[in-house]
C-alpha cells in the first residue's frame, strides 16, 4: 500500500481536471490572443474558468482574478508592487507580515528590506497564529500593506483574517491574504471577508503545478509584476496557459462544491490518525483542532528526529514531511515550531501529515500502524530519548 499524506506540499490532479484539461494541448491550441478561430475558440472555456473561480470566492463582478503562474507569483506580485507604487512612488515605508510566512513572502520581505523598506514581523502565539489585536498595534500612517496568510501551511491553524481585515479597512491599510492553504480546504467568502489582494494556487486543491492567481479587490491599481502583452486586461503579460487554465477553473469548482460535507469527511480521518498517535508517550499536536484545516497534523515525537521519521515512514511507503516542502532540503529546526515556543530538540522533532479527500479510512489504518512501530524503532535507538525521564503516564497531549 501507497499512502500519500503530503498535501499541503501538492495534490493530485483529479482525474475529472485532467480530463477537461485534455482538449487544449493538442485540439484547441491556438493562441487566445490570435484573433483567427484557432485562437478564439478556446475563449468560452477561459471564461468559464474564471467564472469558477469567481463563483468559489463570492468574488464580485467589480473584483479581478488574474491567473499566474503560482502562489509563489501572486505573493512576489503584491509586495514588489506594492512597494514600487505605495513606498517607491508614494509617502509609505512600511508593511506587517507574520513570522510564519510562506517563504515566498518572507524571502520577499526580506529583499524590500534591502531595499530600505521598514517589515514588522509579528510573532505568533502558543497556537502558532497572530492575534488581530496585535496586528492593529502595529499598524502607523506609514504602513503600506499588512499580509498575513489565511491558514499555515506547517500546522493548518486558521489565522483570524476577518478580523485583520475589518481593522485594516478602518485604519486604510491595504489587506493581502496568502490563501494557498485555505482555498479549497476551508470556505473563503470574500462578500463576507475584507482583502484587497489574496494569492491562490491550483495544484492545492487537485489542480495541475504551476497555475495560481491573484484576487484584486475592486479592479484597483497594482503595477504589473510581467510588462509585454493585453494577456488579463494588461495587467499580467504573457501567453496564457490555457489547459492549465481550465483545469484550475474544474479544480476549484469541485473543491468547494459541497466543501462542508468534504471537510467533515476529511476531518473524520484525521482526527481518528491524531487521536491514534496521540496514544504515543511524549507527543504533542501543534494547535486547536477546532482553529484549524480539516485535513492538517503537525505532530512532535520526543526523541525521534524528524529526517529520521520521514526515512521510515517512507520505507513504509508512506509519504509526509517535517513542513513546507521549500524548507525540506535543509535540516533546520521546524521555525513554526520554534516561534510557538518549543524548545530545539523538540522542533527538530515535527512531522507535518495532511491528508486530502482522496485519503481513505485503510490508508489511515496502515500509517497508525506503521507510524506507531517507527516511533518504538526509532526510540528504542535514539540516545536523546534515553536520557529523558519517561513523563509519569506517558503524558501525551495538545500544545
Ligand atoms: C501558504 C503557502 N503559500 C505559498 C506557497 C507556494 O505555492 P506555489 O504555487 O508552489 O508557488 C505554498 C506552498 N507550500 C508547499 C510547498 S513549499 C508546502 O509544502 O508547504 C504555501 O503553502
Redesign the pocket.
Known sequence: MQVYL?N???TMCDPQVVEVMQPFFSEIYGNPNSLHKFGTASHPYLRKAIDQVYTALNASDNDDIVFTS????S?NWVLKSIYFDKIVNGEKDHIITTEV?????LATCRWLEEQGVKVTYLPVNEEGIVEAHTVKSFITDKTALVSV?W????TGMIFPIKEIGEICKEKGVLFHS?A??AVGKIPVDLQDVHVDFL?M?A??FHGP?GV?ALYIKDSQPLTPLFHGGEQMGHRRSGTLNVPYIVGMGKAIELATTNIEETMASIRAKRDRLEDALLELSDTFVVGSRENRTPNTILISIRGVEGEGMLWDLNNGQIGA?T??????EDLEANSVMLAIGADNELAHTGIRLSLSRFTTDEEIDYTIEHFKSAVARLRAISSSFAKVAPTPGGEAGEC
Open positions: 503530503d499541503n506540499a501538492t503560482c502562489a509563489t507569483e505573493n510566512e510562506h517563504p515566498s513572502v496568510m491558514a499555515s501551511n506547517e496568502d494557498v492553504q494569492s494556487s495544484h492545492k503545478k495560481g514531511s513542513g513546507s516542502a521549500c524548507a525540506s
